[in-house]
């Protein structure tokens, strides 16, 4: 069973950023993929980004392209996401994810495909 572990949530104003980080507890093949999805009170979990272990694969959500940043460490099992010109509405728990082999984009983004998930950090963005 991987565990995943965030860290780097927090308050911030708007326009500011931050940059999140997730370990995995084992090491992942070129195959698998890693990335975050967002969940806010009320709504569904939203996908923001995702990034191939082995490749240049990344994706995003169409609210955060542009703003944030998605990368890896492959050798520390670590995928970071930095975002900027953070909004208010980017306010959420967001929860990293770790999807073993092959997946086509579309699963990336389906989060009720099958993958390891995190506990989740909390991102918090004042007005």
Known sequence: ????????GGLVQSGDSLRLSCVASERSTREDAMGWFRQAP??????????????SGTYYGD??????IISRDSAKNTVFLQMNSLRPEDTAVYHCF???????????RDPAQSRYWGQGTQVTVSS
């Open 98 to 108: 770790l999807r073993p082999g092959r997946a086509i984009a579309a699963i990336l």
């Open 63 to 68: 609210s955060v392209k542009d703003r944030f």
């Open 1 to 8: 069973q991987v565990q995943l572990v965030e860290s780097g």
């Open 42 to 55: 009320g709504k569904e979990r939203e996908f923001v980004a995702a990034i191939r272990l082995g490749g």
